[in-house]
């Protein structure tokens, strides 16, 4: 069984940062894939970007160049670092990891974007 914790999360300002970060039962370096996935409001869940255990890194096309994924494996945590927010950036973000063969995610985390 793994779990993973979001946190980070929050209200931010349209060009503010924020990142957000997920804490995972078991080391980083031992799922597959880690990433993030978000929720908008009345669309269905979306993929933001994914880390593979070979420390590749790959963007949704709205995610590049604004927003940089990394972990750290000492310490269990994956993180989603959200430059230049804008208000369409809005949404419940997901952390999400592959162990095993089985997909695990968080409970979700709320961004909010707005002056």
């Known amino acids: 069984q793994v779990q993973l914790v979001e946190s980070g999360g929050g209200l931010a300002q349209p060009g503010e940062s924020l990142r957000l970060s997920c804490e995972a039962s078991r080391s980083a370096d031992s799922f597959s894939t880690m990433g993030w996935y978000r929720q908008l409001p009345g669309k269905e869940r979306e993929y933001v970007a994914i880390?593979?255990?070979?420390?590749?890194?790959n963007y949704a096309d709205f995610a590049k160049g604004r927003f940089t994924i990394s972990r750290d494996d000492t310490k269990r945590m994956l993180f989603l670092k959200m430059d230049s927010l804008k208000p369409e950036d809005t949404a419940v973000y997901y952390c999400t990891a592959v162990y095993n063969g089985f997909r695990y995610w968080g409970q979700g985390i709320q961004v909010t974007v707005s002056s």
């Open positions: 880390v593979l255990k070979t420390d590749h890194t």
